[in-house]
């Protein structure tokens, strides 16, 4: 059973960090390109950040020099370290392979709300 689990998320403070985390048990992990996405409340959902099986990594602009995003293949594991957080980071956050992302490993994703 395919699983993508997000965690970490919180309610953090403008100028503050959070850590999350995204456990994948898909058997093409080590070879897939991972990404985060979120959705704000009211807007479709966004790309924030790619990282390639040979780790080449992309972000979008609203969080470059902000975000770092990595990946632990042994662990299956894709992280997004988030600092210098900002109210407009507010978003439910979620993993997933990219470009084409697959309906079914959308999971619950993880909240993360910045107060200013």
């Known amino acids: 059973q395919v699983q993508l689990v997000e965690s970490g998320g919180g309610l953090a403070q403008a100028g503050g960090s959070l850590r999350l985390s995204c456990a994948a048990s898909?058997?093409?992990?080590?070879?897939?390109?991972m990404a985060w996405y979120r959705q704000a409340p009211g807007k479709q959902r966004e790309l924030v950040a790619t990282?390639?099986?040979?780790?080449?990594?992309y972000y979008v602009d609203s969080v470059k020099g902000r975000f770092t995003i990595s990946r632990d293949n042994a662990k299956n594991t894709v992280y997004l370290q988030m600092n210098s957080l900002k109210p407009e980071d507010t978003a439910v956050y979620y993993c997933?392979?990219?470009?084409?992302?697959?309906?079914?490993?959308w999971g619950q994703g993880t909240q993360v709300t910045v107060s200013s």
């Open positions: 997933n392979v990219f470009p084409d992302w697959r309906a079914d490993y």
């Open positions: 898909i058997s093409t992990f080590s070879t897939s390109t």
């Open positions: 990282v390639t099986h040979t780790f080449r990594i």
